[in-house]
């Protein structure tokens, strides 16, 4: 049995298909875990979902800032954007059933390995919190896209502020912190103010910022965090790191990590995908 984390697919199933025959993926005896943004800008969203769901119990998935964007789309919450491509999710006659998978899916995940903690998220964790406060803050966002009320949170859910965590957030405001830190986190200040106009390379932090996983004292630096999201940062491996994204959906590769017996012990599988966008 073996674990693998692939990041961001991006509506690219056809280099999916291709990176579990070539890692030999199989339900009935390995587990997978899609580090989120499954959807958009590539051309097969529905059948990357259908194929995750077909898996069951074997494949767990991440909530990314694109997979959260069709939750908003379908329900009205949001307009789609220009450079979309819900459509075959949107338009599907099974799209009620690939809705409902998709927003009862996680907005983090946990595992011990080796007796060390591997955690799990889309873009990046605040660096106040640790890895339980992860989970718990989380825990809370998936509760309500789960609930009655998961229309009208997606509508609330834009916007860059409030741009730092604090524990006395209530809401709407409570909540978005959380979505923008686990879905679209790139840079943020000593203090985890979060910036979201900066989207190249770790070098590029505008001043005054640094990449969420080189602030001073982040109390999730004893874990390993594994994310994907920042494709210009591309594949990093490091004690307490694993970045996943390598840019599939703009002609790069799609990525995945197998995951030993312990969390040292780690496998870079890729295969090249052809262009779907430019970046930009």
Not at 33 to 40: P, Q
Not at 62 to 71: A, E, T
Not at 191 to 203: L, P, Q, R, T
Request: hydrophobic share 40%; net charge negative.
């Amino acid at each position: 049995m073996a674990l693998y984390l692939i990041g961001d697919v991006q509506g690219c199933d056809e280099a999916l298909g291709r990176l579990l025959d070539k890692i030999d993926f199989s339900p009935s005896r390995d587990r997978l875990v899609l580090l989120g943004d499954l959807v958009n800008r590539g051309p097969g969203s529905a059948s990357v979902l259908r194929r995750a769901h077909g898996y069951g119990a074997s494949a767990r998935c991440l909530l990314g800032n694109h997979d959260l964007h069709l939750l908003a789309v379908a329900s009205g919450a949001h307009k789609a954007g220009r450079r979309d491509t819900l459509a075959g999710v949107l338009e599907a006659p099974d799209r009620d059933a690939m809705l409902d998978w998709l927003r009862h899916q996680h907005m983090a995940l946990h595992e011990a390995i080796g007796g060390s903690d591997l955690l799990m998220v889309h873009a990046g964790v605040l660096p106040q919190w640790n890895v339980g406060d992860v989970l718990a803050c989380a825990s809370e966002v998936e509760s309500v896209l789960q609930g009655s009320a998961y229309g009208e949170f997606l509508h609330d859910m834009y916007g860059n502020k409030p741009a730092q965590w604090r524990d006395t957030l209530v809401g709407i405001e409570r909540l978005r912190v959380i979505v923008n830190a686990l879905t679209r986190l790139r840079f943020c200040d000593a203090k985890g103010v979060m910036e979201f106009e900066a989207k190249d390379d770790a070098a590029s932090a505008p001043p005054g910022f640094m990449p969420w996983f080189d602030v001073p004292g982040r109390r999730t630096a004893t874990a390993t965090v594994a994310f994907g999201h920042w494709s210009t940062l591309g594949w990093l491996s490091r004690p307490d790191l694993l970045s996943t994204d390598t840019g599939c959906v703009w002609g790069g590769c799609l990525s995945a990590a197998r995951i030993g017996a312990t969390l040292a012990e780690r496998e870079h599988i890729e295969v090249h995908c052809a262009q779907s966008q430019k970046p930009g």
